[in-house]
């Protein structure tokens, strides 16, 4: 089971940028996909992007392409979500999480970190 802890999250107004890390650990990370999730309040959890660790091929859903890059950085085992252009609707407490690339179940979380965008 890989272990994800992130950090990263905070208070930015409007136009503002975050970056999101996660330090994975306990696993062959060759074999996996990390990711990130999030959940906003009252509302069901969204995937927002993704990245192949083997090939570093990267994914996003719709309403972050552009604004939002995920990276890893094999050295240290991290993957950074490299978030700018953040609007009040990317609002959301955000997951880091993982899965193998031979799966579409996500089987590991993070215990999340909480971005709030206000003026």
């Known amino acids: 089971q890989v272990q994800l802890v992130e950090s990263g999250g905070g208070l930015v107004q409007p136009g503002g940028s975050l970056r999101l890390s996660c330090a994975a650990s306990?696993?062959?990370?060759?074999?996996?996909?990390l990711g990130w999730v999030r959940q906003a309040p009252g509302k069901e959890r969204e995937y927002v992007a993704s990245?192949?660790?083997?090939?570093?091929?990267?994914y996003y859903t719709d309403s972050v392409k552009g604004r939002f890059t995920i990276s890893g950085d094999n050295a240290k085992n991290t993957v950074y979500l490299q978030m700018n252009s953040l609007k009040p609707e990317d609002t959301a407490v955000y997951y880091c999480?993982?899965?193998?690339?031979?799966?579409?179940?996500?089987?590991?979380w993070g215990q999340g970190t909480q971005v709030t965008v206000s003026s």
């Open positions: 999480a993982a899965r193998l690339s031979s799966s579409y179940q996500w089987n590991s």
């Open positions: 306990g696993g062959t990370f060759s074999r996996y996909v």
């Open positions: 990245v192949v660790w083997s090939t570093g091929r990267t």
